[in-house]
């Protein structure tokens, strides 16, 4: 157990619906990040928050937005679902914001199909 | 956009034998760390290199940051069934907390 828990662990829903991952990161860790895994694409950047405000922004799609809460889970919504969105999607949370030097430590992702 | 190339994509070898696997950029990384990630799993960090000519020893594993610190070498001596599983480097850059991976070498060992 890595600390961060991601939940579902698995979602399967049809094109153009909404869904909501869920990620509550290591005790004590400020910053949260979102990835996007895929087999052609590797790990993709989604977006960072640290301590409730959004501090950098990747490859995110319009269709899809996260935020942080004051106990410092974090959601992301994806919305309007196309099958290109099939993917696993990873949080992993850092101390402090200094994640580049410091390490990540993930969860254990959700797989999202799309059908 | 900073890109990493990590080489080979894909490396089948039997119990025993040595390896070695590359992450290459163009860009110059503050620092560069190693992940292993097993099926149903995320990423688990391995290692972090933040000077020019790091070596780290992780056990079995040696991690090197280059020179320059635009690639990275992680070599495994006597592999095990064990060390099966993606390696992906990531880099960070000092200007943000984020990091860039590569897309990751999938090595699986045979007993």
């Known amino acids: 157990d890595s600390g961060v828990t991601q939940t579902p662990k698995h979602l399967i829903t049809a094109t153009g619906q909404r869904v909501t991952l869920r990620c509550s990161p290591r005790?004590?860790?400020?910053?949260v990040y979102w990835y996007q895994q895929s087999l052609d694409q590797g790990l993709q950047f989604l977006i960072q928050?640290?301590?409730?405000?959004?501090?950098a922004k990747g490859n995110i799609l319009e269709r899809f937005s996260a935020q942080q809460f004051p106990d410092l889970h974090s959601e992301l919504n994806l919305s309007s679902l196309e099958l290109g969105d099939s993917a696993l999607y990873f949080c992993?949370?850092?101390?402090?914001?200094?994640?580049?030097?410091?390490?990540?430590?993930f969860g254990s992702g959700t797989r999202l199909t799309v059908v | 956009t900073q890109l990493l190339e990590q080489s080979p994509q894909f490396l089948s070898i039997q119990e025993g034998e040595n390896l070695t696997v590359y992450c290459n950029s163009s860009?110059?990384?503050?620092?560069l760390q190693w992940y292993r990630q097993e099926p149903g799993e995320g990423p688990v960090l391995l290692v972090t290199?933040?000077?020019?000519?790091e070596v780290k020893k992780l056990k079995r594993l040696t991690f090197q940051f280059g020179d320059a610190r635009k690639d990275s070498s992680l070599h495994i001596t006597a592999a095990q069934p064990g060390d099966t599983g993606l390696y992906l480097c990531a880099g960070g850059d000092s200007g943000y907390s984020t990091l860039t991976f590569g897309k990751g070498t999938m090595l699986l060992v045979s007993p």
């Open positions: 992993a949370s850092s101390g402090q914001g200094q994640g580049a030097n410091y390490g990540y430590t």
């Open positions: 005790s004590g860790d400020l910053s």
């Open positions: 290199v933040v000077t020019g000519g």
């Open positions: 860009s110059v990384f503050s620092s």
């Open positions: 928050y640290y301590n409730g405000e959004e501090r």
